[in-house]
């Protein structure tokens, strides 16, 4: 499975993301993806069993205006966190599809155990505030639909 907010699909007006149990309002975007590792198996003989899904993996990156990042950085700090990558975050997207025939349809995913990985700041001539991109790992995705 994979989501981003970068398609028609699925329009940011329709899109609500609740991080640390708060509505951001100023994200701009975010992206998370789910992959299996499929690994072959090696017998006797040399021909080889269809492969074996191992574990799986949920990743993603979000963009968040400076004044979010920054109530991050003030959260680790409160806990006495070294830094952000040490916080351990839900992230809950709720959206409603362009496509979507019943206006009612909303579908909710929810990133469990996630944990930042790093930051990637953008400044551009016209845009205010400050943009932070940052990546993310995640134990799980649960979806409601």
Known sequence: MSFSTKTERYPWKNITVILKGRPVSGATNIEYNAETEI????????DRPSPDRGSKKYSGTIELPENDYKALVNEAKRRR?????????????TYVPA????????????????K???????????????????????SRLETRI
């Open 39 to 46: 690994e072959p198996i090696f017998e006797l003989g040399q």
């Open 81 to 93: 966190l070294k830094d952000v990558t040490c916080l351990e975050l839900s992230i809950v997207i």
């Open 99 to 114: 496509n979507s025939a019943n206006a009612a349809y909303t579908a909710i995913n929810r990133l469990a155990g996630v």
């Open 116 to 138: 930042l990985t790093g930051e990637s700041k953008s400044f551009q001539q016209g845009a205010s505030p400050a943009t932070i991109s940052i990546p993310f790992v995640a």
